[in-house]
C-alpha cells in the first residue's frame, strides 16, 4: 500500500541507501536514511550526507554513527570525493539531488570504490593511484629551485592537448570503471598490476613536455613492463566516467605506440 508523501510543497523526501563499514576486514552492512530535499536549493551528495551525519538515525529509527566519507574542494578539482553512485562511480561534490533524485520516494544508493581498500564507510585508501604515478616517473624533472629563465615555447595546439591532460585530478574513476584494473591488497604487487588510463595518460602529459621529455625513455621502460600499456584490455570504460572529459583512450593509443617505436630504438641502438 502507497503511504501519501508528508513532503511540504515544493520539498521532497528521498532515501539514501549507504554501504557502512567499520574498518578494514569489518563485515559490510547497508543502512538507509530518510531525507527531506528542497527542489532547486542545488543540494549535492556531499551536503546531504552531512545533513545524515549531523543526526545519524536510519528510516527503521535506529541511531548509528556518522558516515564517514573523504571530500575536499566540492568543486571538482580535488578528486576526494568519488564513490559509486546508484551503481556508477563519479564525483559527488557535482551530483545535485535535483538531478539524480528528483521525484519524491527517489533512492539513492552510495558505496565506496571497489578497487581500493575500504578505510571507513564510503572513505577508501587511494595511495595505489599515487604510487603508479610515480611508478610512470609523472613529473617535471628541474635543475634546482633557483630561476632558470623562460620555459620552453609552445604551440596553441599543444597547451590545448597537454591543458586537456593536466585537468586530470587523481581521482580513480577511470580505475574504478576499468575491468582490467583490479584490487590488490599486497602493494609488493603494486609494481606488476595494471597501471590503469590515469597514470598512462599522465605518461602521455609529461613525455609532451619540452622538459619532462628528459625522462621519456624511462617512462616508455615502465609503460612496456609488467602492468604496462600493453595489459589494456580496450574497454573504454575509463572515457566514458571520466569526470574532465579527458581522452583517455586517445592516450593509451598514443602511448602504445610510442612503447612500440621506442622498442624498435633499442633493439636497434642496443641502449
Known sequence: MHTPSTAKPGTRTITMKIKRCDGPG???????FSLSVTTGQGMNIIAALQVIAAKPVTVEGSRTTPVVWDSGCLEEVCGACTMVVN??????CSALLDQIAPND???VTLEPMSKFPVVRDLSVNRQRVFHNLKRVSAWVPIDGTYALGPGPRETPAEQE?????STCMSCGCCLEACPQFNQEPDSKNWDTAFLGAHAISQARLFNSHATGKELAPQRLDALSGPG???DCGNAQNCVKVCPKKIPLTESIGAMGRAVTIHA???LFTMK
Do not use: M
Not at 26 to 32: A, V
Not at 87 to 92: F, I, L, S, Y
Not at 161 to 165: D, M, S
Open 228 to 230: 604496462g600499456v600493453g
Open 87 to 92: 551503481g556508477k562511480v563519479r564525483q559527488t
Open 26 to 32: 569489518k563485515p559490510e552492512r547497508w543502512e538507509s
Open 161 to 165: 592537448v597537454r591543458y586537456t591532460l
Open 264 to 266: 624498435v630504438k633499442k
Open 105 to 107: 520516494g527517489d533512492v
